[in-house]
């Protein structure tokens, strides 16, 4: 039997933050991961992190403050959990401090537009997300177990030399815990707890390649492992949205087990968040990429007719699709203005010709037969298309007012007088099977301020600490900005820390 003080279950953002920080105090730390890489889909992310009223912001001249982003949160969450929400607030720029006074880490603004017109929110974003980074300037330990971006791991491709965004997010986090005694264990799939007399979880059962093992944690143990976004059972239980291969978590992970092992001790649950939405740009092994950043083309369902702005943030458009069934999938319509590429950022797009010979997409010379390729109404579609047309020229979508928002024009470019809106008009057309992917759910184990598990009286379960998408999101259903996914990963992963180090 192995012996820590702290065991960490999984390997994203916040699990490598929390283990960073426990080795660094001197804890004898373990990092649980699954499968043979490590990262998840942090990896896969651009590295943004939500972590507001930093020294980051503060040097790049942001109007940004803890104030602001209370006001911010206070404008876009739905019946919010004050004390959890203060907390990732307060914490926030002491995290950032702790994590930049370490020579492994180096954080930067980037520009990315937040993700609702309110209170509080910063022109172009007050996301930050470490700097690049070389994968030789790291332990080499770290090169050979990080996971490769989303378009190399899904094409069987190795990653980068150059680590950027997630992938510099993983590195560092990991070079940290590694120099610093630590111990990254992969192929260890958790699949209980062990609790001592008294009730205290104590430790971790988990299967190996060569078997069942135990492994105690004296001090905690911080389940940070993804949500159940990769099993279509517990999506179906949970009334989530979507499909399993659909996700963008890695294939064969985030099937919920570990949620399940906690409430088999008594931990309490919340499925009500659902899950990080996006429109997915259907691949033709049936898989769905994250896709953002719609530039020009426009989105209809079955009807032939456009549902809403597509030039919405990913999440909100996401759920825009899941508001009624018949919008999955959709079909996205562009014309040959980019030279026949998808007018977004698709990760991955995949090849156009690959693409147009499974059908998922379709190419015609014209509207009427484009329709009628995919099924569609060729009325519909054409009176579509001439409406958004008009709309282009005129600058204004009277249906949806795209192009009205700072998010809107953020990706875009081509369109006069909107930037947002750019006509349809030239052939050859065609439209691009689309369904509703996600970057996890959110939904799971209910925590309190610090971090530590409940159980259904609302009392702390000793030593049974949560974080990341293995939890009910501080956000709810909302999703406020850039890295708000790792921002509050990251922070209620180090308040773990810091009450396990406390003793309490």
Same mark, same amino acid.
């Given at each position: ?19 960073? =920080? ?9 990092? +649980?991961?699954?499968?043979? +890489?490590?990262?998840? $889909?942090?990896?896969?992310? #651009? ?20 104030? #602001? ?29 702790? %994590? ?19 209170? #509080? ?10 700097? @690049? ?5 790291? /332990? ?12 190399? /791991? ?8 150059? =680590? ?57 143990? +911080?389940?940070?492992? *993804? ?16 499909? &399993? ?8 992970? !985030? ?12 931990? @309490? ?11 997915? %740009? ?21 009807? *032939? ?50 693409? %147009? ?15 009628? &390729? ?6 519909? =579609? ?6 958004? !047309? ?27 007088? !909107? ?23 959110? *939904?799971?184990?209910? $925590? ?6 409940? /159980? ?6 000793? #030593? =049974?600490? &949560? &974080? ?17 996914? +790792? ?18």
């Amino acid at each position: 039997m192995s012996a820590y003080d702290v065991i960490v279950v999984g390997s994203g953002g916040g699990a490598l933050t929390g283990a960073a =920080l426990a080795a660094k105090a001197g804890l004898r730390t373990a990092v +649980l991961e699954r499968t043979p +890489l490590i990262g998840g $889909t942090s990896a896969y992310s #651009g590295g943004a992190c939500w972590l507001p009223g930093s020294a980051v912001q503060q040097r790049a001249g942001l109007p940004d403050s803890t104030e #602001g982003a209370r006001a911010y949160l206070a404008a876009v969450l739905d019946s919010p959990d004050d004390a959890r929400v203060e907390a990732l607030l307060a914490q926030a720029p002491r995290l950032v401090a702790a %994590l930049e006074a370490d020579e492994l880490m180096d954080f930067e603004w980037i520009p990315f537009s937040e993700y609702y017109d309110a209170p #509080g929110r910063v022109p172009m974003g007050r996301s930050i997300q470490p700097s @690049a980074i070389r994968r030789d300037a790291l /332990d080499p330990r770290v090169g050979a177990l990080l996971r490769p971006p989303v378009e190399r /791991d899904r094409a069987g491709q190795p990653g980068r030399s150059t =680590l950027s965004g997630g992938q510099a997010l993983i590195g560092r986090l990991a070079a940290m815990v590694l120099r610093d005694g630590g111990e990254v264990l992969v192929e260890h799939h958790v699949t209980g707890f062990v609790r001592d007399d008294t009730g205290r979880v104590v430790g971790v059962r988990a299967e190996t390649p060569g078997g069942p093992v135990e492994l105690t944690a004296d001090r905690g143990v +911080l389940v940070a492992a *993804g949500g159940f976004e990769g099993s279509p059972e517990r999506r179906t239980a949970h009334g989530t949205p979507g499909r &399993a291969e659909w996700t963008m978590a890695p294939r064969g992970t !985030n099937t919920g087990e570990v949620i399940d092992a906690a409430a088999e001790v008594g931990a @309490a649950t919340d499925f009500s968040g659902e899950g990080w939405f996006c429109p997915g %740009l259907l691949q033709p092994d049936g898989s769905g990429t994250f896709t953002l950043g719609f530039r020009g083309g426009l989105m209809v369902d079955q009807h *032939g007719e456009r549902y809403g702005n597509e030039c919405l943030p990913y999440d909100r458009f996401g759920r825009v699709m899941a508001a009624a069934p018949e919008r999955t999938p959709s079909w996205f319509v562009f014309d040959a203005r980019e030279g026949g590429r998808l007018p977004a950022i698709a990760m991955p797009e995949g090849d156009p010709a690959e693409h %147009l010979a499974a059908g998922t997409w379709v190419q015609a010379d014209t509207i009427e037969a484009l329709a009628e &390729a995919c099924g569609l109404d060729p009325v519909a =579609l054409v009176a579509t298309v001439e409406r958004f !047309n008009g709309f282009a020229a005129s600058g204004v979508d009277e249906d949806f007012g795209r192009g009205t928002d700072e998010y809107d024009t953020f990706f875009a470019s081509a369109g006069s007088p !909107n930037k947002a809106l750019v006509p349809l008009d030239t052939p050859p057309y065609v439209a691009a099977r689309f369904v509703l992917s996600d970057l996890g759910t959110k *939904g799971g184990l209910v $925590t309190d301020a610090a971090a530590r598990v409940l /159980d259904e009286a609302g009392t702390p379960i000793p #030593g =049974l600490y &949560a &974080a990341s998408n293995s939890t009910a999101s501080v956000f709810g259903s909302s999703y406020p900005g850039p890295g708000a996914p +790792l921002g509050a990963a990251m922070t209620f992963a180090s308040l773990a820390v810091e009450d396990l180090l406390s003793g309490s």
